[in-house]
């Protein structure tokens, strides 16, 4: 059996279908590996880590359940985030959301800490 392997007596699932995904670029300028393992809010993942995380909030990585993406210090590599769905509440993490992800005040605050705590963050151009 593998990590977040499933197995049922109905018919053929797709996990993810119909959510709404993007793939974005992630540089990590740390000195250490990091690694993001597959329902972390991707928005709030290690400070070392580049890329838009306008574009991540309120999603985490497309992968299956238990398994995770490593990246070694100076690598660039391509993910898939898929949007949380259910409750969409997240707490703990980096301590930057707390909250509902739709709340609109909750969002705001949220920049605000990532911004405050010096997060890599390179918007989409």
Same mark, same amino acid.
Request: charged content about 30%; hydrophobic content about 30%; glycine content about 14%.
């Given at each position: 059996m593998k990590p977040g392997e499933y197995?049922? *007596?109905? $018919? &053929?699932? &797709?996990?993810?279908?119909? /959510?709404t995904t993007v793939q974005l670029k992630v540089t990590n300028t740390g000195d250490r590996p990091v690694q %993001?393992? =597959?329902?972390?809010h991707f928005f709030e993942v290690n400070r070392a880590l580049v890329f838009d995380r306008e574009q991540a909030y309120g999603r985490r990585l497309d992968l299956l359940s238990g398994t995770a993406i490593r990246f &070694? $210090?100076? *690598? @660039?590599? &391509? @993910?898939? !985030? %898929? +949007?949380? =769905?259910?409750? /969409?509440? @997240?707490y703990g993490l980096?301590?930057? %959301?707390?909250?509902? !992800? *739709? +709340? $609109?005040? %909750? /969002?705001k605050a949220a920049f605000q800490r990532l911004k405050d705590g010096s997060f890599g963050n390179e918007p989409s151009k």
């Open positions: 197995y049922h *007596d109905g $018919p &053929e699932l &797709e996990i993810n279908a119909g /959510r %993001v393992g =597959s329902h972390f &070694e $210090p100076g *690598d @660039v590599k &391509e @993910v898939q !985030l %898929v +949007d949380f =769905s259910g409750e /969409r509440k @997240v980096n301590g930057l %959301v707390m909250g509902q !992800l *739709d +709340d $609109p005040t %909750v /969002r």
